[in-house]
């Protein structure tokens, strides 16, 4: 099972500033199995990137992912207050899904 | 509008069953592949299970063979059987639908909670 590490746990910001989360993973990830969501408080996950890079429709352009192999990257180049939130990494491999541990992106 | 509606939450006692349906609007449930995900309260996201088209199912360790995925087509429900229910499987239970395309959860439901305790 790959494991995937998101850090930091916590990253406390002003709103106008960018925003740089990662995920790790423990063994390679395809770029096309490599998605992001955002979580608010009471709501489900919503899918923010797919495919390492693309982004779901109706994401804002400041919202962009990157990455290959085993370190991939979501940034937020200016933050809006509607942008803290949790944000979640997840891959796909063998019929198994995982999930990272999570990032809170809070108001500094 | 597409949606997933999530009920059957509730409290049970450990070694209790619950079954938990999700009722999608807008799409068919069997053309798509569908999954439940969990989270603990303050906890991550985990993948519990997936029905794929054909009807081939996978689950996560933590819940095979004690949870059972299946799904009716005549209601466009999905079902998740929770068998030998244990206080660790407290959690909201999310339905969503895994688009093959992107390779992750495109729609999610407003989920569930399934509270394990005596």
């Known amino acids: 099972e790959i494991v995937l590490t998101q850090s930091p746990g916590t990253m406390s910001l002003s709103p106008g500033e960018r925003a740089t989360l990662s995920c790790r993973a423990s063994?390679?990830?395809?770029?096309?199995?490599l998605a992001w969501y955002q979580q608010k408080p009471g709501q489900a996950p919503r899918l923010l990137i797919y495919?390492?890079?693309t982004r779901a429709t109706g994401i804002p352009d400041r919202f962009s992912g990157s990455g290959s192999g085993t370190d991939f990257t979501l940034t937020i180049s200016r933050l809006e207050p509607e942008d803290f939130a949790v944000y979640h990494c997840?891959?796909?491999?063998?019929?198994?899904?995982?999930f990272g541990g999570g990032t809170k992106v809070e108001i500094k | 509008e597409v949606q997933l509606v999530e009920t059957g939450g509730g409290l049970i006692q450990p070694g209790g069953s619950l079954r938990l349906s999700c009722t999608a609007s807008g799409f068919t449930v069997s053309s798509n592949y569908m999954s439940w995900v969990r989270q603990a309260p303050g906890k991550g996201l985990e993948w519990v299970s997936t029905?794929?088209?054909?009807?081939?199912?996978y689950y996560a360790d933590s819940v095979k063979g004690r949870f059972t995925l299946s799904g009716d087509n005549s209601k466009n429900t999905l079902y998740l059987q929770l068998n030998s229910l244990r206080a660790e499987d407290t959690a909201v239970y999310y339905c969503?639908?895994?688009?093959?395309?992107?390779?992750?959860?495109?729609?999610w439901g407003q989920g569930t909670m399934v509270t394990v305790s005596s």
């Open positions: 495919g390492a890079s």
């Open positions: 997840q891959q796909y491999g063998s019929s198994l899904v995982t």
């Open positions: 029905i794929y088209t054909g009807g081939s199912t």
């Open positions: 969503a639908r895994w688009l093959q395309s992107f390779e992750a959860f495109d729609i």
């Open positions: 063994q390679s990830v395809s770029s096309s199995y």
